[in-house]
Antibody, heavy 127, light 106 residues
């Protein structure tokens, strides 16, 4: 069974930093592109970042570019996002989500949608 | 960026009703359109990918259609567990973008 479990959320002051983790199990993590998607309280979904299976392709939403860094450790079946210079508008539930395309090579164009999601972790940015 | 516009933003329906939700893209996205539903406090769940392909395990009362800029999600006979918020999402290009959501209420 595919499982994605996020952790690391919490309360942080504006300008602060936080790193979220996503532990993956039930599939060969190293063969799938992964994503972060967030949802502000009472709002819709916003894609944050994508990383390819071998970390050679990384993309960010403009709203987080230069402040967030996505990474992965395939040996640990884990996805991360380091968030710096946090703002009130970054307050959201952060989900990790899997791209469904199985990547057998390092050059693998993703499907760019999300077939499995974690339960989410809440990040609150407030003084 | 490609803007995704859903309508209506909310609707009221009864069990057994046929429900249709529309999603419009600000430019052509071919068939790179996906649908999710989300219940309060839960993660989104993939229903339809590539405009009309039913995700494994999703009931056949859900169907999707459309291409280019205009897309439709149809629930043929609404069930109690279908009361949720529905989102469309384009997978044509980054930044990946979602519609604003359609809340289906009793």
């Amino acid at each position: 069974e595919v499982q994605l479990v996020e952790s690391g959320g919490g309360l942080v002051k504006p300008g602060g930093s936080l790193t979220l983790s996503c532990a993956a199990s039930g599939f060969t993590f190293s063969n799938y592109n992964m994503n972060w998607v967030r949802q502000a309280p009472g709002k819709g979904l916003e894609w944050v970042s994508s990383i390819s299976s071998s970390s050679n392709y990384i993309y960010y939403a403009d709203s987080v570019k230069g402040r967030f860094t996505i990474s992965r450790d395939n040996a640990k079946n884990s996805l991360y996002v380091e968030m710096n210079s946090l703002r009130a508008e970054d307050t959201a539930v952060y989900y990790c989500a899997r791209d469904p395309r199985y990547c057998s090579t390092t050059s693998c164009y993703p499907d760019y949608y999300f077939d499995y999601w974690g339960q989410g972790t809440l990040v609150s940015v407030s003084s | 960026d490609i803007q995704m516009t859903q309508s209506p933003s909310s609707l009221s329906a009864s069990v057994g009703d046929r429900v249709t939700i529309t999603c419009r893209a600000s430019q052509s996205i071919s068939s790179y359109l996906n649908w999710y539903h989300q219940k309060p406090g839960k993660a989104p769940n993939l229903l339809i990918y590539a405009a009309s392909s039913l995700q494994s395990g999703v009931p056949s009362r859900f169907s999707g259609s459309g291409s280019g800029t205009d897309f439709t999600l149809t629930i043929s006979s609404l069930q109690p567990e279908d009361f949720a918020t529905y989102y469309c999402q384009q997978s044509y290009t980054t930044p990946l973008t979602f519609g604003g959501g359609t809340k289906v209420e009793i």
